[in-house]
């Protein structure tokens, strides 16, 4: 069963970065596509990014030019590098597995494994 374990969020100022890591199981790691997505309390989850296993990427109009999602299959990690932080971007961030798929989905429909999730916090 594929578990997956968020990291390195934080409690930082606007304009400042942060690098969140999601360590995944499985020896299927490469073929999956990742993920990232959002909750802010009291809002919806979102799209924020997804990388495929051929590491095509797509990303949320929001965090375009600023966010940059990555994947090490030897590591078996997904990286989110979130420059230019910004108050609305305060949420628990969630990495996730859609299986085996050679596409970029953005909807969480297709998403089946999830991890526990990481606190972003952005002061202004």
């Known amino acids: 069963q594929v578990q997956l374990v968020e990291s390195g969020g934080g409690l930082v100022q606007a304009g400042d970065s942060l690098r969140l890591s999601c360590a995944a199981s499985?020896?299927?790691?490469?073929?999956?596509?990742m993920g990232w997505f959002r909750q802010a309390p009291g809002k919806e989850r979102e799209f924020v990014a997804t990388i495929s296993r051929t590491d095509n990427t797509v990303y949320a109009n929001s965090v375009k030019g600023r966010f940059t999602i990555s994947r090490d299959n030897a590591k078996n990690t997904v990286y989110l590098q979130m420059n230019s932080l910004k108050p609305d971007d305060t949420a628990v961030y969630y990495c996730?597995?859609?299986?085996?798929?050679?596409?970029?989905?953005?909807?969480?429909?297709?998403?089946?494994?999830w991890g526990q999730g990481t606190q972003v916090t952005v002061s202004s």
């Open positions: 996730a597995s859609s299986g085996p798929t050679g596409y970029t989905p953005t909807s969480e429909r297709v998403y089946d494994y």
């Open positions: 499985g020896r299927t790691f490469s073929t999956y596509a």
